[in-house]
């Protein structure tokens, strides 16, 4: 018996999709994708989950090329919903409460994260990065699983992944731990995936 992966393993399935579609949005010019992100805020802002929300509402620091959702913080923040950002903690996924404007710290993985110092949050709503999609609301991340183990945890919310229409993929492997988001939006659309 070999201990090599089968190319019909999903995770190792998974990890070429991911390279080809980060590649796809890493070589998308910045001047469009500044256009594309306020394409997508404004997608995002008119999801119907807005009209009544309470809160708290979590998103992420953006690194690397990813879709930025900064701006749909501001504008949440502005209606009055109470933010969070996630954080890594013993390898684990937690949020704290977070404003536009307060201090950021370094969290790993080339991220940031609100100061240590604040309190845990627990979200109702999650805006959440992704490598690449596909019209059923399967997502790749970049492989920890980390979204996928706090979906489940945290039981009935809803999510939102944000992404450039180059990262759509046909289909995304899955995997018995992966959970389905509820919604995708893009610079050119808004799927509805539950």
Same mark, same amino acid.
């Given at each position: ?38 394409? @997508? ?10 009209? !009544? ?17 900064? /701006? ?5 923040? !502005? ?6 950002? /996630? !954080? ?30 604040? /309190? ?14 596909? =019209? ?15 979906? !489940? ?22 995997? /018995?731990?992966?959970? =389905?988001?509820?919604? @995708? ?10």
């Amino acid at each position: 018996m070999s201990d090599r992966p089968s190319p019909d393993d999903p995770a190792l399935r998974k990890t070429a999709l991911r390279a080809q579609a980060l590649a796809r949005r890493d070589a998308l010019e910045i001047d469009d994708r500044l256009i594309w992100d306020e394409a @997508i805020t404004e997608r995002v802002l008119a999801l119907p989950v807005f009209e !009544a929300a309470a809160g708290p509402v979590s998103a992420y620091w953006p690194m690397r090329s990813e879709a930025d959702p900064r /701006p749909v913080l501001e504008a949440l923040q !502005a209606r009055g919903l109470p933010l969070c950002l /996630p !954080a890594i903690v013993a390898k684990r996924m937690i949020f704290r409460r977070w404003a536009p404007y307060e201090p950021i710290v370094p969290g790993g993985f080339g991220t940031l994260v609100p100061d240590p110092a604040q /309190p845990e949050s627990v979200p109702a709503i999650l805006i959440v990065p992704l490598a690449a999609f596909d =019209r059923r609301g399967y997502r790749i991340g970049y492989g920890k699983g980390h979204y996928d183990a706090k979906l !489940a945890e945290l039981g009935p919310v809803t999510s939102i992944g944000i992404a450039y229409a180059a990262q759509e993929i046909d289909a995304v492997p899955e995997e /018995p731990h992966d959970r =389905r988001l509820d919604w @995708i939006v893009t610079e050119r659309e808004t799927i509805r995936c539950g």
